[in-house]
């Protein structure tokens, strides 16, 4: 009985000491280095660029301006792209350590098809640097590698099952901001819309003055409409300007040659007051010829979806578009002389 209590003071004791050299070494800092596990970065406010590259497409660069981020230096951000990439950057979590058996597969995947991945701050010093690999077989991990280690994780976000090499393994496109126009009316000076095969429905609008605006249509030697114009119908156009984006850009389409040969079925150009101008053509994807604004709401009105490829020359852009969203700039000339402003929609 003696002997059992004494085993039993002696494992108290040791437990006790084992309790505070652990509570020193949690003090003092463990002197086990973790560096090349922790990939995320909890204070994205931090980060000034993002460089991205994989072996099959262009390198990706997201540069952060003021409250704004470019791609490739040329092209404004998407916020919900930033966001979307800034969270995944942030909640990064070591779900398990592979075993050790598979660390060659790995890191011989990951040097062939692995994507590079930088970040740095916003003085330009680089924070993070490190390579996505291929997805664990239940799809719900991804291996990393930090660069200069030899050591692979698998890695995930806890609230979210999935594949985070496809969140990395994107065209610079994906990155870019959907919106073609962004407009204050202050900053309009002209806007023209042309449809080449219903003239007679093309006009053009220009500021004669701080608030008011000539319209008339775009071939000088059609006549104009003498009607009055509903109070306000100008201004209720302009107003649509203010945000107007594309659903997806399609620069790679197999296809867009043979698109760009083909007639438009509509031009739209603004110019800005500082003398900037952006031009687009839209180019129908309906079977049959829709011939202007009036056509393309009577088909819209069957069609589900409705939409048209638009093509910028400026950006050298091929994008397409969903008539639901371009149809409040999509006028004819007759429309801003409606009796009521629900005449025609």
């Known amino acids: 009985?003696?002997?059992?209590?004494?085993?039993?003071?002696?494992?108290?004791?040791?437990?006790?000491?084992?309790?505070?050299?652990?509570?020193?070494?949690?003090?003092?800092?463990?002197?086990?280095?973790?560096?090349?596990?922790?990939?995320?970065?909890?204070?994205?406010?931090?980060?000034?660029?993002?460089?991205?590259?994989?072996?099959?497409?262009?390198?990706?660069?997201?540069?952060?301006?003021?409250?704004?981020?470019?791609?490739?230096?040329?092209?404004?951000?998407?916020?919900?792209?930033?966001?979307?990439?800034?969270?995944?950057?942030?909640d990064l979590e070591v779900r398990y350590i592979p075993p050790r058996a598979s660390?060659?597969?790995?890191?011989?995947?990951?040097?062939?098809?692995?994507?590079?991945?930088?970040?740095?701050?916003?003085?330009?010093?680089?924070?993070?640097?490190?390579?996505?690999?291929?997805?664990?077989?239940?799809?719900?991990?991804?291996?990393?590698?930090?660069?200069?280690?030899?050591?692979?994780?698998?890695?995930?976000?806890?609230?979210?099952?999935?594949?985070?090499?496809?969140?990395?393994?994107?065209?610079a496109d994906h990155f870019r901001d959907r919106a073609i126009f962004n407009e204050r009316i202050r900053d309009i000076e002209k806007i023209k819309v042309e449809y080449p095969f219903q003239q007679d429905e093309s006009f053009v609008i220009e500021r004669e003055g701080e608030t008011s605006w000539d319209i008339r249509p775009l071939d000088p030697d059609m006549p104009r409409i003498t009607r009055t114009q509903h109070p306000g119908l100008v201004e209720s156009y302009l107003r649509n300007f203010r945000r107007v984006g594309i659903e997806g850009f399609e620069n790679q389409h197999p296809q867009k040659d043979s698109i760009l040969r083909s007639d438009p079925f509509a031009k739209i150009s603004l110019t800005r007051s500082n003398g900037d101008e952006d031009s687009f053509t839209l180019y129908q994807r309906f079977p049959e010829l829709i011939p202007g604004p009036f056509a393309a709401a009577e088909v819209d009105a069957t069609e589900f979806q409705l939409r048209f490829y638009v093509h910028s020359a400026q950006r050298d852009d091929f994008m397409l578009a969903q008539y639901f969203v371009l149809r409040d700039i999509l006028w004819g000339y007759s429309w801003f002389y409606r009796s009521t402003e629900d005449e025609f929609f």
Do not use: C
Request: aromatic fraction near 10%.
């Open 103 to 171: 660390y060659t597969n790995i890191v011989q995947t990951i040097g062939s098809l692995g994507i590079r991945v930088e970040i740095y701050d916003t003085r330009d010093d680089l924070m993070k640097s490190y390579y996505v690999g291929g997805v664990t077989n239940d799809e719900k991990g991804t291996h990393f590698l930090m660069e200069g280690s030899e050591q692979p994780y698998v890695m995930h976000i806890p609230y979210w099952s999935g594949n985070l090499r496809a969140r990395f393994d994107l065209r």
């Open 1 to 90: 009985m003696k002997r059992t209590l004494l085993y039993v003071v002696v494992l108290l004791a040791l437990l006790g000491l084992t309790y505070h050299f652990a509570g020193q070494e949690s003090k003092s800092g463990s002197s086990i280095d973790t560096s090349d596990r922790e990939f995320a970065i909890k204070d994205t406010d931090r980060i000034g660029k993002i460089f991205i590259a994989n072996r099959n497409d262009e390198p990706v660069l997201l540069n952060r301006k003021g409250s704004d981020w470019y791609v490739n230096d040329r092209y404004l951000a998407s916020k919900t792209a930033m966001e979307e990439l800034m969270r995944i950057i942030r």
